[in-house]
């Protein structure tokens, strides 16, 4: 069983950054695909960027070029470094993993087996 926990959820002003984190209670290596999904008020859970475990990311439109995924193995943790932030990102931001994702369904939440209990970001 994995357990995922996010961290790095704040409150910001609009232009400014942040980055959170996800550990792993596992290695995730070669082994697990990761992504953040965002649930805004209001709206449903949205994949916002992923990593597959060949280490291809994918990017939703609304956030590429702002934000950057990243796996650091050492440290079991998946990070999503986040700049320009605007009120529209806010949101609970997940973190998910799976070892059975083809790339192209990686922003799709229901292909995920394994999640975080979420981190707010709060943009005004």
């Known amino acids: 069983h994995v357990q995922l926990v996010e961290s790095g959820g704040a409150s910001v002003q609009a232009g400014g950054s942040l980055t959170l984190s996800c550990v792993s209670s596992v290695y995730i290596g070669r082994d697990y695909s990761m992504g953040w999904f965002r649930q805004s008020p209001g709206k449903e859970r949205e994949g916002i960027a992923a990593m597959h475990k060949t280490s291809l990311p994918v990017y939703a439109d609304s956030v590429k070029g702002r934000f950057r995924i990243s796996v650091d193995n050492h440290k079991n943790t998946l990070s999503l470094q986040m700049n320009s932030l605007q009120p529209e990102d806010t949101g609970i931001y997940y973190c998910?993993?799976?070892?059975?994702?083809?790339?192209?369904?990686?922003?799709?939440?229901?292909?995920?087996?394994?999640w975080g209990q979420g981190t707010q970001v709060t943009v005004s």
């Open positions: 998910a993993a799976d070892m059975e994702i083809g790339y192209w369904t990686l922003l799709q939440a229901e292909h995920y087996k394994y």
